[in-house]
């Protein structure tokens, strides 16, 4: 399910922040990884950014680098 509503705005900030800017290109609420996902795109590669529900990261999945636990 997407997020929507003022969750949005604050997991979209959270991620752009965490990825220093880009596109949000998808989201999802209660994936197996945390409360929010967005997917971030920024020149031409994707970014997954987890967050919890206090919109925290909790990790970023990357299609490039394979990604970076925190």
Excluded: C, N, P, W
């Excluded at 990884?33 to 795109?41: M, N, R």
């Excluded at 970014?47 to 999945?61: A, N």
């Amino acid at each position: 399910m997407a997020i929507t509503g003022s969750a949005l705005g604050k997991a979209s900030a959270a991620a752009l922040d965490r990825t220093g800017g880009g596109k949000v290109t998808g989201t999802e609420v209660d994936d197996e990884e945390g409360k929010y996902e967005i997917e971030v795109t920024k020149d031409g590669s994707s970014v997954d950014v987890h967050l919890d529900k206090d919109f925290q990261v909790l990790s970023e999945v990357g299609d490039k680098d394979g990604g970076s636990e925190d």
